[in-house]
């Protein structure tokens, strides 16, 4: 086997790996929960930009939960994700300067 050949069965096996770690499904998607309410994108916003609160409330009491699972799926997420972006300062804008700060003279 060639060293390329080899770095591909590495790559693919990495991947199979990882595949295999992803959770399920979510049954609760697209179902209200016992106030009627199912998350959609703006609470995904919300819920993710206060991600860094929820996280330290949660690891002392069990009726708070990092992520809604009852949400309408795709919206929800990508709202998470982008609220997770803003608590955390993420959102590319890093990468241009730091272009700048190595360019050589």
């Given amino acids: 086997m060639t060293t390329t050949t080899t770095k591909w069965v590495v790559v693919a096996l990495a991947c199979a790996a990882l595949v295999a770690c992803l959770p399920g499904a979510n049954a609760q998607v697209n179902t209200a929960d016992a106030q ?10 919300w819920h993710g930009a206060l991600v860094p ?11 708070v939960q990092v992520y809604e699972s009852h949400n309408t799926g ?16 993420g959102g590319g804008g890093g990468g241009a300067a730091a272009g700048r700060r190595w360019r050589r003279r």
């Fill in 74 to 89: 795709g919206w929800y997420n990508a709202g998470y994700v982008l609220g997770v972006m803003i608590a955390f300062g």
């Fill in 53 to 63: 609160l929820t996280f330290i409330v949660s690891l002392f009491t069990s009726s």
């Fill in 36 to 45: 009627g309410v199912i998350a959609g994108f703006w609470r995904g916003l």
